[in-house]
């Protein structure tokens, strides 16, 4: 074996760059899926780590199934339930701080989210263990006063004296540190804890509580107990913790589906690549592979020896890619933190690289080298020891196989299938072997497509072009790997830009229209249930009480469950709603469905959750609130944009209320009349908002401009991934038109020997990969631009509703870049067919 | 027993219009030890011949048997391992592999067929000192000139110490100072190590180092010689053979 792979180096090491490149293709595409894959879960981990309520090791633990929250009245339940020594209740929310109050933070951040706990000075104690780090625990009779965790304090540098403002229903209050508190071992979230009726008051929640931790008595079986204090609550219960920022994971979740859609493209690519090479490799090499069966290779051994050159370039591409990946994930980290830490509040730590992760790039990596080496590998196998004493004359294999095109044909019907399933996964699936399938058809349309593309260019290169023109008839298989190297790579690139053009235009269209106010209350977090403190009835009164305000609507949010979904249950007034914001709907008459929720439980659904749950109108669906199961209507399949990526239905807020005792408006949105003077409404609503500080006054064009830069940049971003994706397929058409002038030196020495000048040589070679490079183009731009569509609509199968926009500047581009590529793949081989020694042209063979 | 046998061999490529016939009802018996040179014009089925009795390719009806083992009843691997030890090939473009030194081109055979690369590799040296070589292992063939990379080709198709030779106009690409060499190495290869050697070359001069020579004409075999005695006289009766097809 070390024989072949010494065999093996050294074949690779005679072509550098080629070896060089085609390595740097797998590379690639390892370096997007390991990044990509190693920076969601530092998104995830930063919930974890920051939210995530410390798991405590009472012996009973219950919550509300809908992670609402209930009546305090439930905690008599558990204490009167037989075996339960001690219990206590608490009321435990994520809280933003308003940037303007936040502590600095070491790295020069601002401190944003925080996890809140009301509990019971006299009872908590009981249940849990408080360790006193320093100043002391809350007393009964304590008021605006504040116990850390020690992990908080140490972050924020904070000490018992310090004070701390946090939002309130009411505006803003106060707090003094009096204490700092040893969290549990291994816990590092950043808690703190205040008295219950303060933190009650503080979050609009009178009376009600959302977590009961209780202790059993010694001796007594702690299943059984918690059997009977849950059968005794009655439904609308649950064992276990609240999962903090769950809301947040789905839509982390959904990135990580486009990151990885995006990675599963690029590694498709580099698979393609070591695929087209191992092609040129295999025809190139035909004659030492047929003198290596001559001397007594085994098939086995010829296939073998491919194989071993496509797993070193495998392991070597996979193991830069790696390396490449991680600071891959460490810059898109810094870039991406801080808006990701602007939008939301939290802050993004380190990539983190979990073995699953190590697992699939690898695996990926080197598999798809493996998978993409086989064919070739198994047709080296094929070349005969006869072909070592043939002069090479390589048509015969190249010629376009039907059956190879029917099996490609039928690889871009199920490509379809998968592309229109509404599986985001099985739609990536579908993308890539929609791909294969083309390149498999290609062969077949090239004849008729050189012809006319040939008689295009004839009209420029004249008598090159006719040459040309005929080298590519006669080669067709040959000619149509080369382009569609092409191919893929624009296919790719136009699909990935009608996507994305697709995907901002719609996301402008929801802000446009769900966020299409004249002003904006906005709370800090942009997703609503991340932390958000609401405020009281007498924000909005004061808003509405502003001369120049026309209307005033606002958005209140609770958490419901509706079959095994937990859903963001959003409370609007049906009224005021539509006519100062507004929801886009993709079923259902906005008019007739805002009216249904003013008369009654009825509901619309956004457009993910009604995906996820297949959803009509006039369907009747089951919502789990604390007072119960209530059944609601659909009236209406519509969203928002803020909401856009979460499961949410949109409910009245006297519903809310009655069902999920939420009363807290979460974001307020105002509309100015006609004859206001903006300046004058704005200061006065200046002055409101500074006495609630977890809201921002934004005018609604600044908040649509700031939203659109945003994802303007992300956009950016993408788009220069998407550049860097055309790389690799500059060199695979690169290396087939090399291998092209390799076999033809005889036939260029010919030319050249009967009068053909350098000059003319070079044009010819031009002429061709220019030719080769329209084919590719047209397939390219034909197949993205279909595929794209489908993606489209995938996406929109899984509820982001969206319209397909036609990338024109992407079209345009694709063009450029198709014809650009084409010159400058084919600037080196001619000048290498040029230069040939016309001697040793001849006498090759 | 004969080393190589064929019996009503043909061969025909192609079929309806484009059938060509190259081999027709070849019979043919190759002695040990004996060095065979097959001539003929060109076209008439020379190398198709070579490629049937090295088992490069299947005949279409006939069959041929080295050593009293027939072919056709070998599957692929048997006869690539056929070929690894019982056969050694020198074609007229060398065919060395580009990318491998001339010892490592030498240890190929031993290589493939299991041997340990260091016995290999000193068995590539002996053989390369016996065909004159040992100041080139180290060197790459486009660092050799033709002569010498068919020497390098020589020495491969012996590393295995096969009992047959099979060369398709080993000199066919060399100067005639040159072929001379190659044809006064082959002549040692049967006399000196005793293997048996079947050769297809156009040049009457070549032939004359052989000790009998075939003549094919259009797929058939129509004349025999056997030559004794000096070198001379052989190639100008071979001239006068040649002339007569
Ligand atoms: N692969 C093939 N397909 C079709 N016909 C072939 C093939 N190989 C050889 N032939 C034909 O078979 C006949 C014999 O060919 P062969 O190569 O054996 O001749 P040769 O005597 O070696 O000629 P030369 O002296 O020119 O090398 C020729 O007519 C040739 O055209
Ligand atoms: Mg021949």
Known sequence: MSYYIRLALRYLWGRKLRTILTTLAIAFGTMLIFGMNGLVPAVEAAYRQQLMQAASQVDLTITGETRSSFPETALEVVRGTPGVAHASGSLVRPVVVPPADAPLLPDGSRLGTIVLSGIDPETAPQVRRFEVVSGRLLQPGDRNVLVVSESLARKASLEPGDRLRLPSATGVATFEIVGVIAGEPGAVSDEVYTPLPVAQALLNQPGRINTIEALVVPGSDARAVREAALARLGSGFKLGENQVGSEL??????GEVAFNLFGVLTLAMGGFIIFNTFRTVVVERRRDIGMLRAVGASRRAVIGLILTESLLQGVVGTAAGLCGGYFLALGMGAIVGPIWSQALRLSLGGPVFKPATYVLAIGLGIGVTLVAGLWPAVSAGRVTPLEALRPAEGEAS???????????LALVVVAVLGLASGNLNLASLGAVLFLAGLVLVGPVLVRPIAGVFGRLLELVLAQEGRIAEGNLARQPGRAAITASAM?????ILVALGG??????????RYIDQSLGADYLLMPHSMVLGGGNVGAGPELAEAVRSVPGIAEVTTVRLAMGRIGDTDVQTIGIDPESYPRVAGLEFSAGEPEEAFAALAEGRALIANGIFSAQSRLQVGEELTLQTPEGPKTYRVAGIGMDFLNAKLATVYVSQENLARDLHETSDILLMADRAADADPAEVRAQLERIVAQYPAFSLLSGDEMREEYKQMYGMAMRLLHLLMVTLAIPSLIALMNTLGINVLERTREIGVLRAVGSTRRQVQRM?????????ALGTAFGLLGGLWLGYVLVGALNATGFKMSYFFPYSGIVLAVAVGLVFG??????PARRAARLDLLAALRYE | MAIVETKELTKVYGRGDAAVTALRKVDLRVEPGEFVAVMGPSGCGKSTLLHLVGGLDRPTSGRVALNGQDLSELSDDALTRLRRREIGFVFQFYNLIPVLKAAENVALPLVLDGVSPRKAQSQAQLWLERVGLSDRTDHRPDELSGGQQQRVAIARALASEPALILADEPTGNLDSR???????????VVDEWKRTVLMVTHDPRIAAYADRIIFLKDGTVVDEARLVGGNDGAEKLVRQRMEDL
């Open chain 1, 249 to 254: 994971q789905a839509a982390v979740e959904m």
């Open chain 1, 398 to 408: 190249w010629k376009p196989a039907r059956r190879r095109a029917a099996f490609g």
């Open chain 1, 765 to 773: 070679i031009v002429g061709e990969s220019l030719l080769l490079s």
């Open chain 1, 499 to 508: 996507m994305t053009t697709s995907l901002e235009s719609g996301l402008f």
């Open chain 1, 823 to 828: 010159v400058i793949a084919a600037l080196l």
């Open chain 2, 178 to 188: 040159a072929g001379d060499e190659i044809a006064t190495l082959l002549r040692r």
């Open chain 1, 487 to 491: 191919t893929i790579g624009l296919a």
